[in-house]
Structures are given as C-alpha cells and as structure tokens.
C-alpha cells in the first residue's frame, strides 16, 4: 500500500461525458502528480501540483483539467470523453516539488482509476 | 529530461540474477537516474535510484557507469514476482517522464 487513494477504481461511462478522478495523496505529501496510461502504452505525464499551485505540464489536452485542493487531494476533470480516453489514469504524491521524498527521490503511485468510454 | 534506451523485452530464469541495461547517452551531470517497474497494470513501484556511484537497496543494485551513459539494473536472485515492466528514467526537473520500458519476464 504505498499511502496513495484514487477513486474511483474503475468508471465507465459514455463519449461526450464529464467524470471526476479523485486523487489523495500520502500524509505530508505537497506534490501530486497525474499519469495516464493507455491500453499497451506508456505512462504519460499529464500535470503536477505542489501546495495546490500547478508546477509541470505535459501531455494534456484542453479537455482535461486538474487542481489541488487546500487539504491537498488533487481532482482530475476529463471533459467531452472520447474513446480514446479511455485509459488508466494514475495519481502519484511525493514530499517536495522536486520530486524528493525524505531521502529516497520516490514517486509515490497510486492504484489508478480505470476509464473506459463506450 | 535525458531521454533513455531499453531492450523492449527480456527473458531470465527464476534464481538466476537479471541485469537490465538502460542507456541514457545524453544526461547531464545533475540529473539522476531513476527505476521503477510496473507490474502487471498496477501502479509504478520505486525500486532504486543513483547519480554517480554504485547503489544498493533491499530490491536491487544499480551501477552506474564512469561517465554516467548507461546503467544496469540488477535484480540479483530473481522470482516470478519480480515479472514485470521495468522503466529507466532521467530525471533532472520536476518530473518523470517514463519511456517504453523493459517488460522482464522471470520463466519458471
């Protein structure tokens, strides 16, 4: 267990809808960090909050959406689903903004949020 | 972020140590290299990381090589538990960037 909640564990829905994923990180953890992960494909780098300001973009499209919440859980917002969104989508916490946690530089995961748009 | 090589697949017998090379030609002197594995489709565990020297941990060891643009990770007697996607990552920033991985197969 590394201390990581996602939910919901698994959504369907259909295209054109909205969802929420739920992320709350490790106790004391100020970063949260989001991952997708498509069917046979690589995890890709969404975005990354520290102490609820965003600190790192990557590969997410206009119809996604996060933020940070003062009690520090993260929300990702996917907007106008298509099919191809359909994907695993991880959180992950760690202590500092650099990635840093105590002395290990660990990421910690989550067990992902299953999406799957019909 | 340097970006990183690894041998997309890999096959090694249970007990027997697997070595795992990852190349990263372009990293910079302060960027570290990270590994991580995942298994089956659960979420990415830490497994070890290092800058220069050799590391060690209770899960694996890492060496690096002198002029930091390559590394092996070893899994020194390995199980059927340790079946998994292992990914090699650079990083010097906020972020990591995870690349296709090695999918490490332990055979019975």
């Known amino acids: 267990d590394s201390g990581v909640t996602q939910t919901p564990k698994h959504l369907i829905t259909a295209t054109g809808q909205r969802v929420t994923l739920r992320c709350s990180p490790r106790?004391?953890?100020?970063?949260v960090y989001w991952y997708q992960q498509s069917l046979d494909q690589g995890l890709q780098f969404l975005i990354q909050?520290?102490?609820?300001?965003?600190?790192a973009k990557g590969n997410i499209l206009e119809r996604f959406s996060a933020q940070q919440f003062p009690d520090l859980h993260s929300e990702l917002n996917l907007s106008s689903l298509e099919l191809g969104d359909s994907a695993l989508y991880f959180c992950?916490?760690?202590?500092?903004?650099?990635?840093?946690?105590?002395?290990?530089?660990?990421?910690?995961f989550g067990e992902g949020s299953r999406l799957t748009v019909l | 972020d340097a970006k990183t090589t690894q041998p997309t697949s890999m096959d090694c017998a249970e007990g027997r140590a697997a070595n795992l090379p990852c190349n990263h030609s372009?990293?910079?002197?302060?960027?570290?290299v990270y590994w991580y594995r995942q298994i089956h489709s659960q979420g990415p565990q830490y497994i070890i990381h290092?800058?220069?020297n050799n590391e060690t941990n209770e899960m694996a060891s890492l060496i690096i090589t002198e002029d930091r643009k390559s590394s092996t990770l070893i899994l020194p007697h390995a199980t059927l538990r340790d079946t998994a996607v292992y990914y090699c990552i650079v990083r010097g920033a906020q972020k990591l960037v995870f690349g296709q991985g090695t999918r490490l197969t332990i055979n019975p």
């Open positions: 372009t990293i910079s002197g302060n960027e570290y």
């Open positions: 992950a916490s760690s202590l500092t903004t650099s990635g840093e946690s105590k002395n290990t530089g660990e990421l910690f």
């Open positions: 106790s004391g953890d100020l970063s």
């Open positions: 909050y520290y102490n609820g300001e965003e600190r």
């Open positions: 290092g800058l220069k």
